[in-house]
Each structure stands twice: as structure tokens, then as C-alpha cells.
T-cell receptor
Framework: QQQVKQSPQSLIVQKGGISIINCAYENTAFDYFPWYQQFPGKGPALLIA?????SEKKEGRFTISFNKSAKQFSLHIMDSQPGDSATYFCAAQTGANNLFFGTGTRLTVIP | DAGITQSPRHKVTETGTPVTLRCHQTENHRYMYWYRQDPGHGLRLIHYSYGVKDTDKGEVSDGYSVSRSKTEDFLLTLESATSSQTSVYFC???????????????FGEGSWLTVV
């Protein structure tokens, strides 16, 4: 059973456009929601994260929107650039040994 | 870069042979993990360790064993490799602290394993 459901599986966006990736979870015990970015041939790396006591977190062009009541959260990439082309994983976590990843979204930004 | 080195980075092995993947970290992180990454499944936890000689199973532990004899080293062993274990394996670490920034997982660069 997938603890975190992620969509879409792949996404193609024009340069300068907005990329949106959505995730949903069921376990209300999760209290930390990170997003990881992975480039081909590399390991994932933390991009941005949010706790459920806030509804939005912004870091540069990257924003997480969090809806606690709906148990959904999303990543928005503003002014998408070709260098943003990567696979993005959402995750939900409680504690150091209880982290579940979504299935990933492959983002392609067309110049 | 959290100072995580995985070896080997690429390996082709035959069905039924034992395989050991090694992970070495230089950050003195308490937690270490082995994940596998497969298309359509994302990253799934195989085993993790919360200290020397302290390990526990993840969601896809069947067919795998681990050992951690030193803080810096975490070994993943496939006792008898099968084609279903063809995957990319990632080692990861976590300092085990909990601050406002959360509990960041740091990943190595992966080990590509093909079982033929």
C-alpha cells in the first residue's frame, strides 16, 4: 500500500511556466513533508520541506502548499527553467525511521 | 554532499550468487538506510540502522540482510541474488537530531545492480 500518492508521473512544461506536482497521504501521524530532487545518475537531495502547522513555505522559485484537512500537499515551481528538469519525490515522515516516498514525477522543462 | 560513498557503483552478477554493497559515511550520522529505487515504485526502504549493531527491517526487506559493525559503515547483502533484485540501491544517512529544519535524509550516489 502506497503511503504517499504522487501525481503526475511525468510533466512537461515550457520554460518560464509553472510546474505543479501533487501528493496525498492518509496517515495523520506524519509531521514532516519534504520534497527531494533527483538528477539523472545522482542520489535524491532535499529541496524544500514543510511541517503541517503552516499552509505554505516558499524558498526562491519553489513553494510547498499544504492542506492539512485534505491531507494533500503540492510543489509549485515558478518560472520553471531547463535546469529544473529532474525527478521530484514528495515524502511524508514521522521520526528518523518512518519516511515514505511518493513514486516520483519526472519533470522536463522545454527551452 | 554528506560524505557518503557507495561501492561498487555498478555491478552485474548472476542469479544465485551473493552480493554485498558497501556504504561508508564520514559525517558520524546516527541513522543509516538502504533504499532501492525502481520505476513506478519510487524509493522503498530495505533496512535501516539506528546505531552500531542496531538494525531493523524496512518495507521490502525479504532477501536482504544488513550489518553495521562501525558507525561509518553499513553493508547490504543479497544472500542469493534474483532478477527481481535488479535495481538502483541508495544508501542514506540521517544525523538523528530533530530541529526546526526537520530530519533530513542525505543520499549517496547509488549502486546500479543487474542480476542476470
Amino acid at each position: 500500500q502506497q503511503q504517499v500518492k504522487q501525481s503526475p508521473q511525468s510533466l512537461i512544461v515550457q520554460k518560464g511556466g509553472i510546474s505543479i506536482i501533487n501528493c496525498a497521504y492518509e496517515n495523520t501521524a506524519f509531521d514532516y513533508f519534504p520534497w527531494y530532487q533527483q538528477f539523472p545518475g545522482k542520489g535524491p537531495a532535499l529541496l524544500i520541506a514543510i511541517r503541517p502547522d503552516v499552509s505554505e513555505k516558499k524558498e526562491g522559485r519553489f513553494t510547498i502548499s499544504f492542506n492539512k484537512s485534505a491531507k494533500q500537499f503540492s510543489l509549485h515551481i515558478m518560472d520553471s527553467q531547463p535546469g529544473d528538469s529532474a525527478t521530484y519525490f514528495c515524502a511524508a515522515q514521522t521520526g528518523a525511521n518512518n519516511l515514505f516516498f511518493g513514486t516520483g514525477t519526472r519533470l522536463t522543462v522545454i527551452p | 554532499d554528506a560524505g557518503i560513498t557507495q561501492s561498487p557503483r555498478h555491478k552485474v552478477t548472476e542469479t544465485g550468487t551473493p552480493v554485498t554493497l558497501r556504504c561508508h559515511q564520514t559525517e558520524n550520522h546516527r541513522y543509516m538506510y538502504w533504499y532501492r529505487q525502481d520505476p513506478g515504485h519510487g524509493l522503498r526502504l530495505i533496512h535501516y540502522s539506528y546505531g552500531v549493531k542496531d538494525t531493523d527491517k524496512g518495507e521490502v526487506s525479504d532477501g536482504y540482510s544488513v550489518s553495521r559493525s562501525k558507525t561509518e559503515d553499513f553493508l547490504l547483502t543479497l544472500e542469493s541474488a534474483t532478477s527481481s533484485q535488479t535495481s538502483v540501491y541508495f544508501c542514506a544517512t540521517n544525523p538523528g537530531t530533530w530541529d526546526y529544519s526537520g530530519n533530513t535524509i542525505y543520499f549517496g550516489e547509488g549502486s546500479w545492480l543487474t542480476v542476470v
